[in-house]
């Protein structure tokens, strides 16, 4: 399994852009599929979006998020990014990405959020 490395987040305030970015660096990501999770203060790690691993086109967001959020996959950056409009304050979390050897899209939203390791995630603060 590859350790990927979150990066991106920040503070800003609603209604702004922010695009998160999933990297592994010595391991290519194109036979992983990756899904993003977020965890908010005092609440479980939840499912954001996923992406499969056999195209780009292989896509799911949670409903929180859809029409306002878009995965994507740059194989020759190794890098799967998260690119967030339309921020709401409810999407103040940290982010944290997750890398599964062949697994679909919709594989990768049901992976358990409560076992396995996890990186260190980017945290998105999103003021009112």
């Known amino acids: 399994q590859v350790q990927p490395v979150e990066s991106g987040g920040g503070l800003v305030q609603a209604g702004s852009s922010l695009t998160l970015s999933c990297a592994t660096s010595?391991?290519?990501?194109?036979?992983?599929?990756v899904g993003w999770f977020r965890q908010a203060p005092g609440k479980e790690r939840e499912f954001v979006a996923a992406?499969?691993?056999?195209?780009?086109?292989?896509?799911i967001c949670s409903d929180s998020v859809k029409g306002r959020f878009t995965i994507s996959r740059n194989s020759a950056k190794n890098t799967v990014y998260l690119q967030m409009n339309s921020l709401k304050p409810e999407d103040t979390a940290v982010y944290f990405c997750?890398?599964?050897?062949?697994?679909?899209?919709?594989?990768?939203?049901?992976?358990?959020?409560?076992?396995?390791?996890w990186g260190q995630g980017t945290q998105v603060t999103v003021s009112s």
């Open positions: 992406i499969g691993w056999s195209s780009s086109s292989d896509t």
């Open positions: 997750k890398a599964e050897f062949l697994r679909s899209a919709q594989g990768m939203s049901l992976l358990s959020v409560g076992s396995g390791s």
């Open positions: 010595g391991r290519t990501f194109s036979t992983y599929g």
